[in-house]
């Protein structure tokens, strides 16, 4: 089979299919399709429900959950025990800025960016 055959007999195909629309088309006949019309406010509706839906279920909560820590690095104060993004556990001895410094360990201390701070919980003072 040739080359040439793969292309013109498709073309043939759909050039006999647009005759037949012609036809149809001329005839006035009405197909299903045709009866249902362009759908209007109501073809609208299932991509409002989804970014509905979607809006629900996925961006108001990052909103909440990046207010909520963002509330809680400014917040932060000396003597916090915090976690950072690797796992390293700490307590902050100062604060400049968006640079915090954390005591990890006995004369160890790490400066860390404020985002890099995951989890804070304050220090409950011995009575």
Sequence with gaps: MRIRNF???PVVLATAAL?????????ETTSPAGCLGTGGIMGLLP????VAIFYFLIIRPQQKQSKKM?????AMQKGDSVVTGG???GVITNLKGDVVTVRIADSVKIDVD???LTVIVKEISAQ
């Design 87 to 89: 796992g390293i556990h």
């Design 114 to 116: 404020k985002s890099a």
């Design 70 to 74: 963002k509330e809680m690095r400014e």
């Design 19 to 27: 005759a037949q629309d012609a036809a149809e088309t001329a005839g």
């Design 7 to 9: 292309v013109t007999i």
């Design 47 to 50: 991509i409002l429900a989804m």
